[in-house]
């Protein structure tokens, strides 16, 4: 009889290292490897030999890096997206696709489990679980760190005991995770709101008073919403994503410390360095406020707010997603154009813009004597935007004067 399949989704880190021996014990079963490259910046081949000397009976390695930017990041761009106002969901973007794969290679290999090593404690087992669960709901979903408590020390001494060939320290005070659109920062002494981040902390992103004395100006051009060139240069969208974490890294433009509220309740403390995600973001949004309506970008707000909410929730596969995402692209069909940004010692600042189908009107705007504004016109229109508000004051003082009557409001 032969053994069940579980696939894993493969980090090469000590949680799902250790997750290989524990699965084949625990579960009887043969564990097949899944690494998906969204960016994380491995060696695909280092990670392959690792996970088959750690037992895996056979290991897959995907190349999303481009999946990842054009259906993903690219969504997140078009859609502003930020979670409470700070977080470009670098991570969060990545989980249902690298849960998609899982799905793609366990119906391959015929299997009914797939396992992921997540916690208890953090977004990503929601993210995971229901994306697994939305396109295979036969699937099996395991969590070992969080459906058998594992903790780190428990992890080493299992992998001491076994005699596991996988490098053991409690001494890594920092749990990162990374990809093109940021890189995640936490445990150790970020877990204490009151501290300043230490500069070891950061990698992709140098303090201000080691950035260049000298600004940089760089100019991003967006198609249909979407940047397709740094300094009319035209780039492949993974190009373009890395080319921009290098400039604005080397500026310090990125670094994000927050206070944010997880889904299971927790608030926690969150660093990440997202400088391309930074820079994109500001200059998208900047663009969107010359070509759509006043109209149109409020009501964006709430769309925008509410998508980035989905993805962090782990609603990725929510069919809102892709109804917030016919309003926003319907809006994207006139966000074309050029946004210039000054990158400095941290701060980044747009400092032009142009579009052909920009709504600003310099005959309008302008106060010079050749304006074609008719300020006639004001008078009148105040008279009427200001009505309802006039009237509510003088009904209330009439109201207030009379004897029989309690104040107005």
């Known amino acids: 009889m032969s053994k069940e399949k579980v696939?894993?989704?493969?980090?090469?880190?000590?949680?799902?290292?250790?997750?290989?021996?524990?699965?084949?014990?625990?579960?009887?079963?043969?564990?097949?490897?899944?690494?998906?490259?969204v960016g994380q910046g491995i060696d695909p081949k280092a990670v392959e030999e690792k996970a088959l000397a750690l037992g895996a009976v056979k290991h897959y390695s995907v190349d999303a890096k481009k999946e990842f930017v054009t259906n993903y990041i690219f969504p997140a761009i078009k859609a502003n997206a930020l979670y409470e106002e700070k977080?470009?969901?670098?991570?969060?973007?990545?989980?249902?696709?690298?849960?998609?794969?899982?799905?793609?290679?366990?119906?391959?290999?015929?299997?009914?489990?797939?396992?992921?090593?997540?916690?208890?404690?953090?977004?990503?087992q929601v993210r995971f679980d229901v994306t697994v669960k939305a396109l295979s709901p036969h699937l099996k979903v395991i969590a070992p760190v969080r459906d058998w408590q594992l903790t780190r020390d428990k992890e080493i001494e299992f992998a001491k005991e076994k005699n596991l060939p996988i490098s053991l320290s409690k001494s890594k005070p920092y749990s990162i995770d990374q990809n093109l659109w940021g890189r995640s920062i936490e445990c150790g002494e970020l877990e204490n709101p009151e501290t300043e981040p230490p500069?070891?902390?950061?990698?992709?992103?140098?303090?201000?008073?080691?950035?260049?004395?000298?600004?940089?100006?760089?100019?991003?051009?967006?198609?249909?919403?979407?940047?397709?060139?740094?300094?009319?240069?035209?780039?492949?969208?993974?190009?373009?994503?890395?080319?921009?974490?290098?400039?604005?890294?080397?500026?310090?433009?990125?670094?994000?410390?927050?206070?944010?509220?997880?889904?299971?309740g927790i608030k926690s403390r969150e660093v990440y360095e997202c400088p391309a995600a930074t820079i994109l973001l500001e200059a998208h949004k900047d663009l969107e406020k010359m070509v759509l309506t006043c109209q149109e970008i409020a009501f964006k707000r709430y769309v925008d707010y509410?998508?980035?909410?989905?993805?962090?929730?782990?609603?990725?596969?929510?069919?809102?997603?892709?109804?917030?995402e016919a309003f926003i692209d319907k809006t994207q069909l006139r966000v074309n154009g050029k946004v210039k940004l000054k990158l400095y010692k941290g701060n980044l600042r747009v400092v032009g813009r142009f579009s052909k189908y920009s709504l600003y009107d310099l005959k309008l705007a302008t106060y010079d004597v050749g304006t074609t504004f008719d300020q006639s016109l004001a008078r009148g229109f105040i008279e009427l935007w200001g009505l309802q508000s006039k009237t509510f004051h003088s009904l209330r003082r009439v109201m207030e004067e009379g004897e029989k009557h309690e104040p107005f409001v």
């Open 7 to 37: 696939i894993l989704a493969y980090s090469g880190g000590l949680d799902t290292s250790i997750m290989i021996k524990w699965i084949q014990e625990k579960y009887e079963a043969d564990v097949i490897t899944l690494t998906v490259d």
């Open 87 to 124: 977080y470009p969901l670098s991570s969060a973007l990545s989980r249902p696709l690298i849960a998609a794969k899982m799905v793609e290679i366990a119906g391959k290999e015929g299997a009914k489990i797939v396992a992921h090593g997540c916690s208890g404690k953090g977004n990503d």
């Open 199 to 264: 500069e070891e902390a950061f990698e992709w992103t140098l303090p201000p008073e080691k950035c260049p004395d000298t600004p940089e100006y760089i100019t991003i051009e967006f198609e249909h919403g979407v940047p397709r060139a740094i300094n009319d240069e035209v780039m492949d969208p993974v190009l373009l994503i890395t080319k921009l974490n290098e400039i604005g890294g080397m500026h310090g433009i990125g670094r994000i410390d927050h206070i944010e509220d997880r889904i299971v």
């Open 306 to 324: 509410q998508w980035a909410f989905l993805v962090y929730a782990g609603l990725w596969v929510d069919p809102l997603r892709s109804d917030l």
